[in-house]
C-alpha cells in the first residue's frame, strides 16, 4: 500500500531549541495535512497544504510543502514545553476517496 | 459543542466475545473513519465512510465490520476479539475524506 515516511521518530530538544520533522512520499500528493496529538490526547488538526511550494505559518510553526509536492516539513521555532506531543502528516490517496494515510508521527520532548 | 463521541472510553474482554465501539458525530459530517494506534506504527486507517451506507476497506480491514445506516454514527464492530486486536481506536469525521478530521477521544481495548 501506500508509504508516507516521517522522520525523525523522536526529538529530544533543550527548551528554545529549533525542532523540525519531515514527510516523504514517493508519489505525488493532491495535499497533506498536519496534525498533533499530546499525551494521552487525540490528534488535532493543524494544517493544510495544497499547492506546490506552499508555505505557511501559525505564530512559532512553519509548514512548508515541495516543489514537487512529495515532501512537507513542519518546523518549529524556539520550542517551549507546551510543544511535547506526536506530531503526524496525514496524505490523502485517491482524491475525493479519502483514503488518509497517516505518518508515524516524531515524538517531541521539551527538557525545561 | 461540535464533537466526536467514542463509547466507551476504555474496555478489557475476552477472546471471541463481540464488541462494539460506537462513535457519533453532531457535524453533519459525511466521511468518517476508523484508525487504531499502536506504539511505533502510527494511525492505521481500518474502515471509511463517504456517506450513509457507503463503506471502504482502509489499511487493516482484518477482524473488524462496520455499518452507516445514519449520518451521525459510525459503529465499529469487533465480531471475535482477538489479542492482536488490542489497541487504542480513533474515531474521526470531517466534510470530506480530503478535508480535515476531527478525531474523539479514543477507545483503548484490551482483549486478553
Known amino acids: 500500500g501506500q508509504q508516507v515516511m516521517q522522520i525523525p521518530q523522536y526529538q529530544h530538544v533543550q527548551e528554545g531549541e529549533d525542532f523540525t520533522t519531515y514527510c516523504n512520499s514517493s508519489t505525488t500528493l493532491s495535499n497533506i495535512q498536519w496534525y498533533k496529538q499530546r499525551p494521552g490526547g487525540h490528534p488535532v488538526f493543524l494544517i493544510q497544504l495544497v499547492k506546490s511550494g506552499e508555505v505557511k505559518k501559525q505564530k512559532r510553526l512553519t509548514f512548508q510543502f515541495g516543489e514537487a509536492k512529495k515532501n512537507s516539513s513542519l518546523h518549529i521555532t524556539a520550542t517551549q514545553t507546551t510543544d511535547v506531543g506526536t506530531y503526524f502528516c496525514a496524505e490523502n490517496y485517491g482524491g475525493s476517496q479519502g483514503n488518509l494515510i497517516f505518518g508515524k508521527g516524531t515524538k517531541l520532548s521539551v527538557k525545561p | 459543542e461540535a464533537q466526536v463521541t467514542q463509547n466507551p472510553r476504555y474496555l478489557i474482554t475476552v477472546t471471541g466475545k463481540k464488541l462494539t465501539v460506537t462513535c457519533s458525530q453532531n457535524?453533519?459530517?459525511?466521511?468518517m473513519s476508523w484508525y487504531r494506534q499502536d506504539p511505533g506504527l502510527g494511525l492505521r486507517q481500518i474502515y471509511y465512510s463517504m456517506n450513509v451506507e457507503v463503506t471502504d476497506k482502509g489499511d487493516v480491514p482484518e477482524g473488524y465490520k462496520v455499518s452507516r445506516k445514519e449520518k451521525r454514527n459510525f459503529p465499529l464492530i469487533l465480531e471475535s476479539p482477538s489479542p492482536n486486536q488490542t489497541s487504542l481506536y480513533f474515531c474521526a469525521s470531517s466534510f470530506s475524506g480530503t478535508q480535515p478530521q476531527h478525531f474523539g477521544d479514543g477507545t483503548r481495548l484490551s482483549i486478553l
Open positions: 457535524m453533519n459530517h459525511e466521511y
